[in-house]
């Protein structure tokens, strides 16, 4: 299967918000095209898309910062996901090397993620591709 990455557009909304959907976070049509075109004018973010067989199967997000603890910037994979009836293709590699590709290309020394503790399988995932468990994650949702 012929995977190929591209950054997101407007007409990906449909795709864009099913996934998220399937990431545990339902959106609709209208704003999943909003937070595309937020990604599209961002000079600190991307969001890639990957299509195979004619149809967006997965999404990736990275969001680049400053950082104080390094000489570089750090990129955070701030979103990814593989739709479920395509995973196992290797789409989320494809993903992974893409975001880590446009990471480096902008001057990142740092790629991390945070992943939900209850999604071990997702763990495993980014164990393979040489991620290394560093810590935990705290959230506080602001109003």
Request: proline share 2%; with cysteine.
């Amino acid at each position: 299967m012929t995977v190929t990455i591209r950054q997101a557009v407007a007409s990906d909304a449909p795709a864009v918000a099913s996934l998220l959907a399937q990431l545990g976070y339902p959106v609709d049509e209208g704003a999943a095209a909003a937070r595309i075109e937020r990604h599209r004018m961002s000079a600190s973010d991307v969001l890639l898309v990957a299509e195979a067989e004619g149809e967006v199967a997965g999404l990736a997000a990275l969001h680049v910062s400053l950082a104080v603890e390094y000489d570089g910037d750090a990129g955070k994979l701030s979103a990814i996901v593989v739709d479920e009836r395509r995973r196992g293709h290797g789409i989320g590699r494809a993903l992974v090397a893409a975001v880590e590709r446009e990471a480096r290309a902008r001057g990142c020394v740092l790629l991390f993620l945070t992943a939900a503790e209850r999604r071990r399988d997702a763990h495993e995932f980014y164990r393979a591709l040489g991620f290394e468990e560093t810590g935990r994650r705290f959230a506080k949702p602001l109003d």
